[in-house]
Nanobody, 117 residues
Framework: QVQLVESGGGLVQPGGSLRLSCAAS????????MAWYRQAPGKQRELVAG???????NYADSVKGRFTISRDNAKNTMYLQMNSLKPEDTAVYYC???????????WGQGTQVTVSS
């Protein structure tokens, strides 16, 4: 069982920045595929960014060049640095971990990000 806890959300004006953190339990964090998803009210959850155990990253087109995903395996923590925030970035952001043995997907409780003037 993997436990995920997000933090760092809040209210920010357009053009501002936030850094989200996801702390994970377990001793094999370095082997997980990690990702950030987001979900706005009335919309489906969508992939924002992902990072493999080897450090390869991918981003949704809507956040490319503005967001940076990273991980610190020594701290069992994943981060999402969000710059140049837009109102359309407003959503609940969720941490996701995919394990290899056995294959399974885990979710955190989410953290609210609101971009408004």
């Amino acid at each position: 069982q993997v436990q995920l806890v997000e933090s760092g959300g809040g209210l920010v004006q357009p053009g501002g920045s936030l850094r989200l953190s996801c702390a994970a339990s377990g001793s094999t964090f370095s082997m997980y595929y990690m990702a950030w998803y987001r979900q706005a009210p009335g919309k489906q959850r969508e992939l924002v960014a992902g990072i493999t155990s080897s450090g390869s990253t991918n981003y949704a087109d809507s956040v490319k060049g503005r967001f940076t995903i990273s991980r610190d395996n020594a701290k069992n923590t994943m981060y999402l640095q969000m710059n140049s925030l837009k109102p359309e970035d407003t959503a609940v952001y969720y941490c996701n971990a995919v394990t290899r043995t056995p294959p399974y997907s885990y979710w955190g409780q989410g953290t609210q990000v609101t971009v408004s003037s």
